[in-house]
């Protein structure tokens, strides 16, 4: 099977598509024919080599995918070989197969396209886990997410949106604010030429923030939150070593949780892909909430959606097709 990896840290260039025995699962695995994959942050970070796979996990990259189960492990009970499905990964989905315990793999929601379903995963995965099960957001809450542009952005706003909260939303160009409202934001911010802290705080304060730059915005961010509010860091685009205001954050009663998906066990990473059956499907199925995911490459052509995906000039999700 042809398969992506990153053999030296580098650019989109560095990227490297080799083959590789076809894989049988282990026990409480299946093994997916890779109809399509999709990018994320992580993936650029793997390549650049500041970002490892977790131990054990294959040095293929991709963390998401879509296909058809090809085999089953001889304990897996609840998948059939033919099944339709999309897949929670640690790594491995820039393959023509991934291996994956059983539990991290998804039915594809009705009426989504079989390819199109590999940008969900990643995504309603990181929004339920963090915004919903971690920070508790409840309907009638404000919501701030950081980058509604972006692949979680995108999912973020419809999510909270059809969950009854009210929505903000950082982006920076005009095209991407039409797009956060046309999602459901109440508010676009033009990062560039706004101040979010002075429109949330306005707007009586966030009651969760999701944010992806870490020490740039850890400040703003708590000063943005309202009484009791909850702020989920889950990236460092804007580095990693900030100063904390504790009293600014006693004063409020608030919380600051630095959380990551990959890391997870096993066990954490299927109880969270549980969740997102119950709770997030049938949004889906309903034609609620979509993946934003307009881009498409095939395998062959993987540095020029890395490229793509490091200029910052897409929205939503890049699929990658194999």
């Given at each position: 099977?042809?398969?992506?990896?990153?053999?030296?840290?580098?650019?989109?260039?560095?990227?490297?598509?080799?083959?590789?025995?076809?894989?049988?699962?282990?026990?409480?695995?299946?093994?997916?024919?890779?109809?399509?994959?999709?990018?994320?942050?992580?993936?650029?970070?793997?390549?650049?080599?500041?970002?490892?796979?977790?131990?054990?996990?294959?040095?293929?990259?991709?963390?998401?995918?879509?296909?058809?189960?090809?085999?089953?492990?001889?304990?897996?009970?609840?998948?059939?070989?033919?099944?339709?499905?999309?897949?929670?990964?640690?790594?491995?989905?820039?393959?023509?197969?991934?291996?994956?315990?059983?539990?991290?793999?998804?039915?594809?929601?009705e009426g989504v396209p079989l390819h199109h379903a590999a940008a969900l995963p990643e995504v309603a995965a990181t929004v339920w886990s963090n915004v919903f099960m971690t920070a508790g957001l409840q309907p009638g809450d404000t919501f701030l997410v950081h980058g509604g542009a972006g692949g979680i952005g995108t999912f973020a706003i419809q999510l909270a949106s059809a969950l009854g909260a009210r929505v903000f939303a950082t982006a920076g160009s005009t095209e991407k604010l039409e797009l956060c409202i046309s999602l459901g934001a109440e508010r676009a911010i033009n990062y560039r030429d706004e101040d979010f802290l002075e429109v949330v705080t306005a707007a009586g304060g966030a009651d969760v923030i999701l944010d992806n730059m870490g020490a740039k915005y850890l400040d703003r961010n708590v000063r943005a939150l309202a009484d009791e509010g909850r702020l989920v860091i889950i990236g460092m685009q804007g580095g990693s070593r900030g100063e904390l205001d504790i009293n600014a954050l006693l004063r409020k009663r608030g919380a600051v949780i630095a959380t990551s998906l990959r890391a997870r066990s096993t066990a954490q990473k299927s109880a969270i892909c549980s969740a997102v059956v119950e709770h997030v499907w049938p949004l889906v199925a309903e034609g609620r909430i979509r993946a934003v995911a307009d881009v498409e490459f095939a395998l062959a052509d993987v540095a020029a959606a890395h490229a793509l995906m490091d200029s910052g000039e897409h929205s939503g999700k890049i699929l990658l097709r194999t």
């Open positions: 099977m042809r398969a992506v990896v990153a053999p030296v840290p580098g650019g989109p260039e560095s990227l490297t598509i080799i083959d590789l025995p076809d894989l049988v699962p282990a026990a409480d695995e299946v093994v997916i024919d890779v109809v399509a994959s999709a990018l994320n942050k992580a993936d650029t970070l793997q390549r650049m080599g500041f970002y490892p796979p977790p131990p054990g996990a294959s040095d293929v990259l991709g963390m998401e995918c879509s296909g058809t189960i090809r085999a089953v492990g001889a304990d897996v009970t609840s998948w059939s070989v033919g099944d339709e499905v999309c897949a929670l990964l640690a790594a491995g989905g820039y393959a023509e197969q991934v291996a994956v315990p059983a539990g991290q793999v998804m039915p594809v929601p």
